[in-house]
């Protein structure tokens, strides 16, 4: 799976858009881009992933370049219940099923 | 519909003692992933099962993790003997195929 560089740490006013960016290059043409969470201890929480049209659900939007090769997450409006660990994840769906490759991730802080 | 499930949620064991985690996949998901985040770490891959198969199990760190899944539903994770760099916590996802990966809570393991 292709590589994918986040910033580290973000700060984001709450009821502000978060905008969440990942670096990934090298993607391939047939893999897609995963966002999860995850909240303090909690399991990873599923967020949202696209392959290269942007895609939007109830917890956020996902803008894919046209090149591919770097994405952004936005959370609309961002809660104190959004800070969380933000891991960008790029894997090729298969008929298998992939491990997912979790990286460092963007550690989003979201302030009264 | 019910999530992923994990048993128990906590563990406090000796150096040298045998700990098994369960894990209850989403009802129908033939995948199922095993995870873990040492102290410090990044969440890392542990293996995958397709059914009662293991499709990776790369990830394993040594023999002395054990995973099965007989009958291809619920899934256990043996360490056996514990050792102290096994303290963390204990992620298992499930998937339909090759669809999204949705998480359990985890296990945290304290290995003293």
């Known amino acids: 799976d292709a590589k994918t560089t986040q910033p580290p740490s973000m700060d984001c006013a709450e009821g502000r858009a978060a905008n969440l960016p990942c670096n990934h290059s090298t993607i391939s043409g047939n893999e897609y881009v995963y966002w999860y969470r995850q909240i303090h201890s909690q399991g990873p929480q599923y967020i949202i992933h696209?392959?290269?049209n942007n895609e939007t659900n109830e917890m956020a939007s996902l803008i894919i370049t046209e090149d591919r090769k770097s994405s952004t997450l936005i959370l609309p409006h961002a809660t104190l219940r959004d800070t969380a660990v933000y891991y960008c994840?790029?894997?090729?769906?298969?008929?298998?099923?992939?491990?997912?490759?979790f990286g460092k991730g963007t550690s989003l802080l979201v302030t009264p | 519909e019910a999530g992923v499930t994990q048993f128990p949620s906590h563990s406090v064991i000796e150096k040298g003692q045998t700990v098994t985690l369960r894990c209850d996949p989403i009802?129908?998901?033939?995948?199922l992933y095993w995870y873990r985040r040492v102290m410090g770490k990044e969440i890392k891959f542990l293996l995958h099962f397709v059914k009662e198969s293991k499709q990776d199990e790369s990830g394993m760190p040594n023999n002395r993790f054990l995973a099965e899944r007989t009958g291809g539903t619920y899934s256990t994770l043996k360490v056996q003997p514990a050792e102290l760099e096994d303290s963390g916590v204990y992620f298992c996802a499930s998937s339909h195929r090759q669809e999204t990966q949705y998480f359990g809570p985890g296990t945290r393991l304290l290995v003293l």
């Open positions: 696209g392959l290269k």
């Open positions: 994840i790029v894997r090729v769906a298969g008929n298998s099923g992939y491990a997912l490759n």
């Open positions: 009802s129908g998901h033939d995948n």
